[in-house]
């Protein structure tokens, strides 16, 4: 299954943006969602993850007390909301029904560039 991010845009250190990932597509009781990025020249890491069952959520200690990933009450999208965000955030943002970065269908990713 390919979900796609959106979103991304510019914005300036230290501001926020949301991120919208569309679910709709995923079985009812979908495990998870996870988020992902990929700066340039760099490989593909995890952000957090979104535990469905549990509503449990993980952050990668980067982003963690920045970042909260939540789903809304229809269970049709999952966001990423990205506050106090530095020029290292910049990447291409992308999200995936796994927390596991080994996966085989990446959508197109929506891009987020943070200015200094």
């Known amino acids: 299954v390919q979900l796609q991010a959106s979103g991304g845009g510019v914005v300036q250190s230290g501001g926020s943006l949301r991120l919208s990932c569309s679910v709709s597509?995923?079985?009812?009781?979908?495990?998870?969602v996870g988020w992902f990025r990929q700066a340039p020249g760099k490989e593909r890491e995890a952000v957090g993850c979104?535990?469905?069952?549990?509503?449990?959520?993980y952050y990668d200690d980067s982003v963690k007390g920045r970042f909260t990933i939540s789903r809304d009450d229809a269970a049709t999208t999952v966001y990423l909301q990205m506050s106090s965000l530095k020029p290292e955030d910049t990447a291409v943002y992308y999200c995936?029904?796994?927390?596991?970065?080994?996966?085989?269908?990446w959508g197109q990713g929506t891009l987020v560039t943070v200015s200094s």
């Open positions: 995936a029904p796994t927390c596991n970065s080994d996966y085989d269908y």
């Open positions: 979104f535990g469905n069952s549990d509503k449990t959520t």
């Open positions: 597509g995923l079985p009812r009781h979908f495990f998870g």
